[in-house]
T-cell receptor, first 116, second 106 residues
Framework: IAGITQAPTSQILAAGRRMTLRCTQD?????MYWYRQDLGLGLRLIHY???????GKGEVPDGYSVSRANTDDFPLTLASAVPSQTSVYFC???????????????FGPGTRLTVL | GQQVMQIPQYQHVQEGEDFTTYCNSS?????IQWYKQRPGGHPVFLIQ?????EVKKQKRLTFQFGEAKKNSSLHITATQTTDVGTYFC??????FGGGTRVLVKP
């Protein structure tokens, strides 16, 4: 794979439906992240995972859940999609965070999600 | 919580001219990162600054971390069309600024 991949590339979803966005990296990075990007608002952190088996909430976690069963995969689930979740979603990974900060992040190509 | 602001939101630059974009945090930062996102693309890491007053250069790009570690700047000299994109700064709590969108006029 050589890097970080996301699937699907884009999706149109009916409100109320469940959706899982997939993210896989082959760089053996311990830390992974999910962001949403809305026009004019930059990137906002949804959830993160510093290492396999652990997850944490970011700035905008409501309506989303994540799991980190192994190092490579970090799926993001919308249990019941709402129109306000229409956005571009980016997954990212980095080597283990230091005690004070997170290191350089490598971003995937993104998933464009539209909830109608 | 930590808030990161960037100015300007938009920057129209004549090709060949210089410009600077600024990043300001509501809290003291342990580090700051800069990313570039081309239109339709994903953010790509440019640099990380850790030390107070640190200055780093990458060809025509100069990055600076403020003495108080609450602000940072990115200065681009002799702007080229390849510089088009949105430049984001990010604080140590993974808080991104809103970005500066750079448009270059040939």
């Amino acid at each position: 794979i050589a890097g970080i991949t996301q699937a699907p590339t884009s999706q149109i979803l009916a409100a109320g439906r469940r959706m899982t966005l997939r993210c896989t990296q082959d760089m053996r990075h311990n830390a992974m992240y999910w962001y949403r990007q809305d026009l004019g608002l930059g990137l906002r952190l949804i959830h993160y995972s510093n290492t396999a088996g652990t997850t944490g909430k970011g700035e905008v976690p409501d309506g989303y859940s994540v799991s980190r069963a192994n190092t490579d995969d970090f799926p993001l689930t919308l249990a019941s999609a709402v129109p306000s979740q229409t956005s571009v979603y980016f997954c990212a990974s980095s080597v283990s965070p230091s005690s004070n900060y997170h290191n350089e992040q490598f971003f995937g190509p993104g998933t464009r999600l539209t909830v109608l | 919580g930590q808030q990161v602001m960037q100015i300007p939101q938009y920057q129209h630059v004549q090709e060949g001219e210089d410009f600077t974009t600024y990043c300001n945090s509501s809290t003291t930062l342990s580090n700051i990162q800069w990313y570039k996102q081309r239109p339709g693309g994903h953010p790509v890491f440019l640099i990380q600054l850790v030390k107070s007053g640190e200055v780093k250069k990458q060809k025509r790009l100069t990055f600076q971390f403020g003495e108080a570690k609450k602000n940072s700047s990115l200065h681009i000299t002799a702007t080229q069309t390849t510089d088009v994109g949105t430049y984001f700064c990010a604080g140590n709590k993974l808080t991104f600024g809103g970005g500066t969108r750079v448009l270059v006029k040939p």
